[in-house]
């Protein structure tokens, strides 16, 4: 496959990608998979791959110019970007994956979610914040460094910060994914909460 360039920028958005890709499956990588050699009796062993070389076999199946890509994950600002998206929750209250919020970028009032809320809960307590309801919670404006999901000019916000290898992360995505698609005055900002002493994979210099 072709090596593509990207910006730095791009390259950051990429590999944000490539962490949800973990939690979410599409990637493949490390899955359970059975293939038969000539002989049809003999079983391949399986690739179980984890931390920055699945990381790089995602990059490369994408088509990401490697050497653009370990630049960017070994690059110290990298590191401190999670850093400090990990201090951004923290000063919302955020103490476990996922921490999300629905946001009200206007009146600049949130409603907090909690763990893994089902669609239905979302789309209930979105449904107070446009009502007016809400608290004043210390949520940090979205910057250029956030992945956004969905309508960018939604004036209502599905906020959450989380883990790559947090199962109820992968649960929460699922539904915020589809409120964004029936909702389009709604849009999803990830950031990242890294639960180190839960999630040992989950490398501070190769997410984003």
Not at 74 to 101: I, R, Y
Not at 107 to 134: H, V, Y
Request: net charge negative; hydrophobic share 35%; proline share 4%.
């Amino acid at each position: 496959m072709e090596n593509k360039k990207f910006s730095p920028t791009q390259i950051i958005i990429i590999i944000g990608l490539i962490g949800l890709a973990f939690y979410l499956g599409f990637s493949g990588v490390g899955d359970s998979k059975k293939e038969l050699v000539e002989d049809k009796s003999v079983e391949q062993p399986k690739e179980n791959l984890v931390g920055m070389e699945a990381a790089r076999k995602v990059a490369s199946e994408m088509g990401v110019n490697i050497d653009e890509f370990n630049s960017c994950v070994e690059d110290p600002a990298v590191a401190q970007k999670v850093k400090d998206q990990e201090e951004l929750g923290s000063k919302a209250g955020v103490t476990g994956t996922p921490g999300s919020f629905v946001y009200d970028t206007v009146t600049k009032k949130s409603i907090e979610l909690g763990g893994a809320a089902p669609l239905d809960t979302i789309k209930s307590k979105l449904a107070d914040l446009k009502a007016g309801k809400g608290v004043d919670i210390d949520i940090a404006p979205i910057n250029e460094e956030d992945f956004v999901k969905g309508n960018s000019e939604a004036r209502y916000v599905v906020m959450e910060w989380s883990d790559y290898e947090c199962p109820y992360c992968g649960r929460f995505q699922e539904s915020v994914t589809q409120l964004v698609e029936q909702d389009t005055d709604v849009k999803w900002v990830y950031r990242q909460f890294p639960l180190d002493s839960l999630h040992p994979n989950t490398d501070r210099k190769s997410v984003v």
